[in-house]
């Protein structure tokens, strides 16, 4: 129903900072509760931010907390992703997502919940 293009990765020294967009093109992008999810190299997948529709509503795992701010303009059909003080833990493939109803309090960050994915943004944090 939707199409999730991410952008905005790319190599940093520890410490740097990115910013990652994600554009949908589906009609009713204002609707959907979207995600930040990131999967590192032998690990599972983890989701890391979340945002509510109207986007007056934030979650974020407690290993980005303090550090990364999602946000989302619904004007331009775009949800974005401010990585601030890189660690090299960072290092990962950073896919956005989308769901057509809002997940429950414990299913938020959790990749079941979603319907729609992007094909991802790679992430690499030198120390």
């Known amino acids: 129903q939707v199409q999730l293009v991410e952008s905005g990765g790319g190599s940093v020294q520890a410490g740097g900072s990115l910013r990652l967009s994600c554009v949908d093109s589906?009609?009713?992008?204002?609707?959907?509760?979207l995600g930040w999810f990131r999967q590192a190299p032998g690990k599972e997948r983890e989701g890391i931010a979340a945002?509510?529709?109207?986007?007056?509503?934030?979650y974020y795992a407690d290993s980005v907390k303090g550090r990364f701010t999602i946000s989302r303009d619904n004007a331009k059909n775009t949800v974005y992703l401010q990585m601030n003080s890189l660690k090299p833990e960072d290092t990962a493939m950073y896919y956005c997502a989308a769901s057509l109803s809002p997940p429950g309090v414990r299913k938020r960050l959790s990749a079941d919940a979603y319907n729609s994915w992007g094909q991802g943004t790679q992430v690499t944090v030198s120390s």
């Open positions: 945002i509510n529709s109207a986007g007056d509503s934030t």
């Open positions: 589906g009609y009713v992008y204002s609707l959907y509760y």
